[in-house]
């Protein structure tokens, strides 16, 4: 084998390390001036299901055939809860979770955060912290919030938890997701998807609410 990440000399004169910049905040941390507003006069009462918001997406869509199928619960404030149950299907180690799929599991609840602003958003960054492996059969408790909004960006965080709701944490996840308008589907989405979207009475008024009161 050739090459080693580590086996290169440091270049001459660079021996001492430069000194740090003060700590930076990950941009997926609210900054001062993010605001916590108040949930939207639409959104899906405390208790009740945030719903999925299209039906052939992965990670809710109740017409995906391999999907997660994940419902999520609404919060009294700006929260919500979800569970995942790891599936045979969705091991990376023998017998234990694939870590991209709890990202997707995280993501997919984060993003339902949203719903509560009713704001169209995508996901602009995510950070996951794996904290403890996660078995096949477990179920994963995840609790989410939004931590701050900032003109367009939200910014939200959520930890999941195994062996019951107050279990220990196995994964924390922090995000930025930056509201979006209508055209940000359909002039990237692949237009027969798009096309079936516009076509479904329920999903495109669904839509068509967020460029009314964006
Ligand atoms: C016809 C029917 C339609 C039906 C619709 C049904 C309703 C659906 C409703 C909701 C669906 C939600 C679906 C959820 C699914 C689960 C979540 C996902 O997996 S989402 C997929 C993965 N994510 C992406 O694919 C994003 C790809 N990226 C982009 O498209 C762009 O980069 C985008 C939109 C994120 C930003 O692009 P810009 O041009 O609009 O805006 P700029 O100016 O670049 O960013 C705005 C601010 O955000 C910061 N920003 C953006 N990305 C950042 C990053 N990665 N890290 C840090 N800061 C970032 C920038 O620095 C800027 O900040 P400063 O305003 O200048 O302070």
């Known amino acids: 084998m050739t090459g080693s990440i580590t086996s290169q000399p440091a ?6 390390p430069a000194e740090r910049p003060a700590a ?37 869509g109740p017409q995906h055939p391999a999907g997660l199928r994940m419902t999520v619960v609404a919060g009294e404030g700006l929260d919500v809860t979800a569970e995942f149950t790891v599936g045979a299907g969705h091991q990376g180690g023998p017998g234990l979770a694939h870590g991209g799929l709890l990202t997707t599991a995280m993501d997919e609840t984060l993003g339902s955060l949203n719903w509560l602003l009713h704001a169209a ?13 996660v078995p096949v059969d477990s179920v994963l408790h995840i609790r989410a919030r939004i931590t701050g909004v900032h003109g367009r960006k939200i910014y939200s965080a959520a930890e999941g938890r195994i062996g019951g709701p ?34 479904d009475p329920d999903l495109f008024k669904r839509a068509r609410a967020f460029e009314v009161n964006p």
């Open 11 to 16: 270049p001459k004169g660079s021996e001492q």
């Open 24 to 60: 930076q905040l990950s941009p997926t941390t609210p900054p001062q001036e993010a605001v916590l507003p108040p949930r939207a006069p639409e959104a899906p009462a405390p208790g009740t299901l945030v719903g999925s918001h299209y039906d052939h997406c992965f990670g809710c």
């Open 166 to 199: 107050d279990g220990p944490v196995a994964i924390r996840a922090q995000a930025l997701f930056i509201q979006v308008k209508l055209e940000h589907f359909t002039q990237h989405g692949r237009p027969e998807d798009i096309k079936k979207a516009l076509d």
């Open 121 to 133: 958003a995508v996901t602009g960054r995510l950070e996951t912290d794996f904290v403890r492996p």
